[in-house]
């Protein structure tokens, strides 16, 4: 099958005569080649395909030609749709094929119709804006065909509307619900069941395969290739759902869905409602108990405070005794056992979380606004990622733009527990030499200096007058982001576009517009951003994006390979710092008639040995230290 994909993608072929604008490609025929062979061997590929590579297409064709079931995940829900409705129904008409498709995201994405009339019934709201909201959802319930919540844009994706109206894994009735029969999570399921190709995402991928119960678990066994798209954001992702974790949220919701079903059951609700409504401020209390400590550490940090300690006591009883109460009223309705289950499984998670004695996970909290969330995590991902493969007897194929270190793949496959996978490494085809340039200015201090950002702004300011704005300055943290802000503000005659200011799709769509703006972003404008043509021709870096280090699952990870004789910093930290480097760096040239400069502003690319590594697994852009370069590429460019 491999030399007839390589022909389709040809300059003879369906794709040149039949798509407007394709441009046959030998980087994207040598991947569909390699993602064929991988397919008909059932072996494990990984293949880095530079942006412009067209490697959807170069995925797409082999997998819709080879007669096999195949699951494609992709890094989020956008990219998903952009995929299921654009590339896919492009790629299957030029081929003309017969195979049927589906989309299929997580349960918290459907419509729940059995909770929307409960929450109709409920009639508490906080404001009006809900009960307006409200209105539309059901409204909309009677005219949509998937329950896709994303067809109702109008509606914000943060709207506390949502929780109520969806469902979990935990308050799934299943069968027994009232409304079944047109679930639109089940129809979504039954879809993918008898799909030749299905579209997942990796959230909802890794819930299924960690087997935390999504509710879709019949549609991986069968596939016989699993292809995942931005497959550098496996690692952590595998990380959060082969985790156990308990939430606040989690609780609180427990307690609601617990008061919710016992109304519906005569003589539940007088003896379920004291208990029940003991949770809310027990979790209020032990929030308030973790205030006194840093936002995310090590559970250790706070395991011996006295306080803690009474309060988390406080929410065991909380849950144990909600159980108890639970148990006796379990057998009077589907949705009271369901609640029971949950405050069972709670109880037990609750109590392996607080024993933080385990070598073979990290446990550890974070903090929010009004929240928390206790988390074990596995220090090792490679053996549970390697016995999910070797159980599918698949084909798997891994692909980004972002995966090798100086053209070696190591790092990546030992983080997923690969061993000598197939491997390709291809370079984008764009002409780096001539659309692109790499500035890292002189006489910068060193990233811990105090007066850093302040000297990072003075380097920019010149390439910002050079360019005319259309710039991301992206910063490795929000104080860094904050401050340069303040700096900005009111010393250059571009619109200024900071993340956090407004929601962070205005902010984009702001900035296209503009065609002059400033965007100063973090760690969320590092990748999953496309802004081709003339609104985006500079990208400012100010420091290499090591990870922070109170990152309690990072601190422990190093700990145990500095433990087996590994130096942590070399073999990981470095590692992971130019996967996120090249991510940045991506937002430059996306477009082969794209121009661009580059601003590196950390001085350790030319000062420290490791330099050379980030240097070296960057793009061919050709490399300058002279503000007069930069001045002279963007005049050439407005003269030509």
């Not at 072996?43 to 880095?48: D, K, P, T, V």
């Not at 709207?159 to 679930?183: H, I, Q």
């Not at 081709?532 to 990152?551: C, R």
């Amino acid at each position: 099958m491999s030399d007839a994909v390589a022909d389709l993608l040809g300059g003879e072929g369906p794709f040149a005569r039949e798509v407007p604008g394709f441009v046959p490609r030998e980087v994207q025929q040598v991947m569909a080649e390699a993602v064929a062979e991988a397919i008909d061997q059932r072996h494990a590929l990984i293949a880095e395909a530079g942006t412009g590579t067209g490697k959807t297409f170069a995925y797409l064709v082999p997998a819709l030609l080879s007669g096999k079931r195949v699951i494609i995940s992709t890094g989020t829900k956008a990219l998903q749709d952009q995929l299921f409705h654009r590339d896919l129904p492009r790629v299957r008409s030029v081929l003309g094929a017969r195979l049927s498709s589906a989309l299929l995201k997580g349960r918290a994405n459907y419509l729940c119709l059995h909770r929307l009339e409960q929450a109709r019934s409920d009639g508490r709201f906080a404001t009006r804006e809900q009960v307006a909201q409200l209105q539309t959802i059901h409204a909309w319930s009677s005219t949509t065909q998937s329950g896709d919540r994303g067809e109702l844009a109008e509606l914000p994706e943060d709207s506390p509307l949502w929780p109520r109206v969806t469902s979990t894994t935990e308050n799934c009735l299943g069968s027994e619900c009232p409304m079944f029969s047109d679930c639109f999570v089940v129809k979504a399921r039954r879809a993918a069941q008898e799909a030749d190709l299905v579209v997942v995402n990796h959230h909802l991928l890794f819930a299924d395969l960690a087997i935390k119960q999504e509710g879709f678990g019949e549609i991986l066994p069968g596939a016989q290739a699993f292809i995942l798209d931005e497959a550098h954001q496996i690692p952590e992702l595998a990380g959060q759902f082969f985790s156990i974790t308990l939430t606040a949220r989690q609780l609180t919701e427990l307690a609601t869905d617990t008061l919710a079903e016992a109304a519906a059951v005569t003589g539940a609700l007088g003896t379920l409602q004291p208990v029940a409504e003991a949770m809310t401020p027990a979790v209020r209390r032990l929030r308030l108990a973790l205030d006194r400590f840093p936002a995310k550490a090590a559970f250790v940090a706070i395991e011996r405070d006295a306080e803690v300690e009474r309060e988390l006591d406080g929410v065991r009883v909380a849950l144990e005794e909600l159980a108890a109460a639970l148990a006796a009223h379990a057998e009077r309705s589907r949705g009271l056992d369901a609640v029971h289950e949950r405050a069972v499984q709670m109880s037990a998670r609750l109590l392996h979380l607080c024993d933080s004695q385990s070598r073979e996970s990290v446990h550890w909290y974070e903090l929010s606004a009004h929240g928390f969330a206790l988390h074990a995590t596995p220090l090792d991902l490679s053996q549970p990622l390697r016995e999910l493969r070797e159980q599918s007897h698949a084909a798997w194929i891994f692909t980004s733009a972002t995966l090798s270190i100086a053209g070696r793949f190591d790092h990546f496959a030992r983080q997923l527990g690969l061993e000598d996978p197939h491997s390709l490494c291809l370079d984008s085809p764009f002409d780096y030499a001539n659309q692109a340039l790499a500035y890292l200015p002189k006489n910068l201090p060193e990233p811990a200096a105090p007066d850093f950002t302040e000297r990072v702004v003075e380097a920019v300011i010149p390439v910002l007058q050079a360019s005319g704005g259309r710039a991301f300055l992206l910063f490795t943290s929000h104080r860094a982001l904050r401050r340069a802000a303040e700096l900005l503000e009111g010393r250059v005659p571009w619109p200024l576009f900071v993340q956090g200011s407004v929601p962070r799709h205005q902010l984009l769509s702001g900035f296209r517009e503009s065609g002059n703006g400033v965007l100063l972003g973090a760690a969320s404008f590092w990748e999953g951003v496309d802004v081709a043509g003339e609104a985006l021709s500079v990208v400012v870096i100010d420091k290499l994006p090591f990870a922070a280090p109170d990152d309690p699952v990072l601190v422990a990870r190093l700990e145990v390979l500095r433990e087996s004789g590994i130096n942590p910093f070399v073999e990981w930290q470095i590692p992971n710092a130019v996967i996120a480097l090249k991510q940045g760096v991506g937002r430059l040239i996306r477009d082969i008639n794209d121009r661009g400069v580059l601003v590196l502003c950390d001085p350790r690319l030319t000062t420290k040995g490791y330099g050379k590594t980030f240097l070296a697994s960057l793009p061919g852009f050709p490399r300058t230290r002279e503000l007069a370069d930069i001045e002279e590429f963007f005049s050439d460019a407005e003269s030509s």
